[in-house]
């Protein structure tokens, strides 16, 4: 029996593969559910039904169990900066906060402590290791993957994470999942924040924390043509909802929180050369080259586009839509995860 | 199942079925099936043995039978109590007042909540440092319009038993209409309840705490006291609460009481040396350890105890991994261990109710479940020390 991995199950079908096939693997194997979220969700990887799946795809694979109640750190962490974010007018990413401070912040630390040697998860993200240390590589199902929710992993981490399924598409995945009869194999993919119910929807969510402040809708220059509910709306580069009719296509290029004021205006106007980034972090613990040619990803499953690190600023080769502040910024030489940071205001 | 690989430390959360239970129950899972409702042979013979078994578990109690109303199990038990009293009260025109204390089992306190919303003023006692209830804060709570007072007998947590008579009396002189109920559900094992309780209008037990089965409880509602029924139908139980009887479960619930009554007093001077062995060892190899409830007034079985600076959560999965098994604050629904109410009520601070872990042993304890605690308790400590030190 090899070192003990513990594998974090969200009771959805990748992670219960990834904890199939290190079994299979013959891993000496422990499932772990995080209880992140005391609120109400329908969406999310913390209601009852879904540690229950969890718990028996855990007991069907034979292995033990738990469940880690880190709701007090996911809220300070997770939840309280996503609402302060949004409030801030920025737009934040909570899933890569979350892969930051509880499944490779609080969860490895609490691994390490109880001896596991390892902890994998669902991510669609391949591991690679060389004699230059640990490599995050693009999912081999490109449309699934997750590297760039993983942009802050250095050596300390991939030394530490698994995942399994990151060699195999989705369709495989689920084809995995009902050859072993896994009780997951059908269900449906997680697409929400998980601490936002679909009924509730991120406006009113956010509005329970931070009271909604109405303000005006401005052009480029600054004269007013209508009016906004609260800046939680709106984010850069959105192009519906604006309540705007003007006639022509128009863009979010800025959200002042201070005045509450929310500026549009054309594409052109909204497309930038370069962007500051912060909370830099490389997988290799420090950066490529200067001017080392990269591709840059800002959004989830945005395509990624050529351009280069200057210090703290990324520069791209041709124009871009401006980079709302609180989104990743991630580097990839081909395939391969370099680093990345979130873009600042 | 209970592997000899494991050394069971949960006997709090529930036990084994005494043999004697399994056995007593047996006949009534097959040959003698019938409901003991209906008119015919088969009828009666199920009817008698419930009725003797209602019998058995009232002399037991220190009760008459037809003070006994069977339940589903000790959570039926408290929420026909405290709901059915405070309904039968409000109903009569006799208060609208609840009092209860800050660290009852979430049985009587979700209760509790329920009448809070139903337009009941709901007063929380609250419990000293030891874990033992307030009783000035009690007096004070207590009014012309107090209908229900509840108080547990012992915590479940920690162990601590509770001043009944001191509670009873203050009732009875500032709020001679009240009902009084006591939580009495962890106290079988270790405390005689027939006396214990006798101060109290309505007692709650559940049998799987005891060796009986899970899923069969009772509660002792005194003659001349009035509760509301949760459970309408057929009009068992006196009415108070219907359902075809468990004659199975009942069987097997008085048999496990009378075992448990007669070996008590053995039970309690040999559980209370392993669980002495067991506190002393702790200290002496983890000396910053603290443990809680206060040691001369809870029962043999229980040993409570925080090690700063370790979660309790990451402590229990260390524990299980070395083949001990314990429990620490209460289990939700999803199995996440969540603060505990009744760390919280007694004034510890968070990080130390955080960092304990209830050890509860029970009849079916040895002195290799002990050797198996103090081989793994400490160095699991040790290991996860630099965790918790490095977040306090």
Not at chain 1, 92 to 112: H, I, T, Y
Not at chain 1, 227 to 256: C, K, M, N
Not at chain 2, 252 to 277: F, I, Y
Request: glycine share 10%; hydrophobic share 45%; net charge negative.
């Amino acid at each position: 029996m090899s070192a003990p991995v513990l594998v974090a199950m969200s009771g959805g079908v990748d992670s219960s593969v990834a904890a199939a096939l290190l079994v299979e693997t013959g891993h000496d194997v422990t499932g772990v559910t995080l209880k992140l979220w005391g609120g109400e969700s329908d969406s999310g990887c913390c209601s009852v039904g879904d540690v229950e799946d969890a718990r028996r795809v855990a007991a069907q694979l034979d292995i033990p169990h738990y469940v880690f109640n880190f709701a007090d750190d996911f809220e300070a962490k997770v939840v309280a900066p996503y609402a302060d974010d949004y409030a801030s007018g920025r737009t934040p990413n909570p899933c890569v906060e979350c892969n930051r401070s509880m499944k490779f912040g609080r969860l490895l630390e609490r691994a390490d402590a109880l001896g596991f040697e390892a902890v994998a998860t669902g991510h669609h993200a391949r591991r690679r290791a060389s004699e230059s240390g640990y490599h995050l590589v693009r999912g081999a199902d490109l449309a699934k993957d997750q590297s760039y929710v993983l942009y802050m992993l250095g050596q300390r981490e991939l030394a530490r994470a698994r995942f399994p399924v990151g060699e195999l598409t989705k369709t495989e995945v689920r084809a995995h999942a009902a050859r072993l009869g896994l009780r997951t194999a059908a269900k449906p993919e997680s697409m929400d924040v998980c601490f936002i119910s679909r009924r509730e929807g991120r406006e009113r969510f956010l509005g329970s924390r931070v009271p909604a402040r109405p303000g005006a809708v401005v052009d480029a220059a600054g004269v007013v043509v209508g009016h906004h509910e609260g800046i939680a709306g709106f984010t850069i580069g959105q192009r519906r909802g604006l309540g705007v009719s003007t006639g022509e296509r128009r863009y979010v290029l800025d959200v002042d929180a201070a005045t509450a004021t929310v500026t549009i205006g054309s594409r052109t106007d909204l497309l930038r050369d370069a962007a500051r980034v912060e909370a830099l972090t490389f997988a290799a613990g420090s950066p490529p080259p200067a001017h080392h040619e990269l591709l840059l990803q800002v959004r989830a499953h945005g395509t990624p586009v050529a351009g280069w690190l200057d210090g703290d600023v990324v520069r791209f080769a041709t124009p871009q839509p401006r980079v709302a502040p609180g989104q990743v910024v991630a580097f990839y030489d081909g395939d391969t995860l370099l680093g990345g940071g979130i873009a600042a205001a | 199942m209970r592997s000899d690989a494991l050394a069971y430390l949960d006997y709090a959360a529930t036990t084994p079925m005494r043999p004697e239970a399994v056995a007593a129950m047996s006949p009534y899972l097959s040959d003698v099936f019938a409901n003991p409702s209906g008119g015919h042979a088969a009828a009666r013979a199920a009817k008698t043995a419930l009725e003797e078994a209602r019998e058995e578990i009232a002399a037991l109690l220190g009760t008459e039978p037809f003070e006994v109303v069977l339940t589903g199990g000790g959570t039926e038990a408290d929420n026909l109590a405290v709901k059915g009293a405070a309904r039968a009260a409000r109903d009569a025109g006799r208060g609208r007042g609840v009092v209860t204390t800050a660290f009852e089992h979430k049985g009587v306190l979700a209760a509790c909540d329920h009448l809070e919303r139903d337009g009941f003023r709901v007063k929380r006692v609250a419990i000293d440092r030891g874990g033992i209830v307030d009783l000035d804060d009690l007096a004070a709570a207590l009014d012309g319009d107090t209908a229900v007072v509840s108080v547990m007998l012992v915590n479940n947590e920690i162990g601590t038993i509770q001043p009944l008579d001191d509670v009873a009396a203050l009732v009875r002189e500032r709020a001679p209409q009240a009902v009084l109920h006591t939580d009495a559900v962890q106290a079988v094992p270790w405390i005689d309840v027939a006396a214990a309780a006798a101060p109290a209008d309505l007692v709650a037990v559940s049998a799987h705490k005891f060796g009986g089965p899970k899923g069969m409880g009772a509660l002792v509602v005194r003659e001349g006291i009035v509760v509301a029924p949760l459970v309408e139908g057929g009009g068992q139980e006196r009415g108070l609460r219907s359902g075809t009887s468990n004659v199975a479960g009942a069987v097997a619930m008085a048999a496990a009481l009378r075992v448990t009554a007669t070996e008590r007093a053995a039970v309690v001077t040999r559980v209370a040396a392993l669980r002495d062995r067991l506190v002393a060892g702790l200290a002496a190899a983890v000396p910053d350890c603290f443990f809680n409830g206060d040691a001369a007034r809870k029962v043999a079985g229980n040993c409570h105890v925080g090690f700063p600076g370790v979660e309790a959560e990451a402590l229990l999965v260390a524990l299980d991994r070395a083949g001990v098994c314990a429990a620490a604050g209460s289990s939700c629904s999803s199995g996440a261990t969540e603060p505990s109410h009744v760390l919280e009520a007694m004034g510890m601070a968070r990080a130390d109710a955080l960092a304990s872990i209830r050890l509860s042993l029970g009849p079916p304890s040895t002195d290799a479940d002990v050797d198996a605690a103090l081989a793994t308790i400490p160095a699991a400590v040790e290991r996860l020390r630099p965790v918790g030190a490095a977040r306090a």
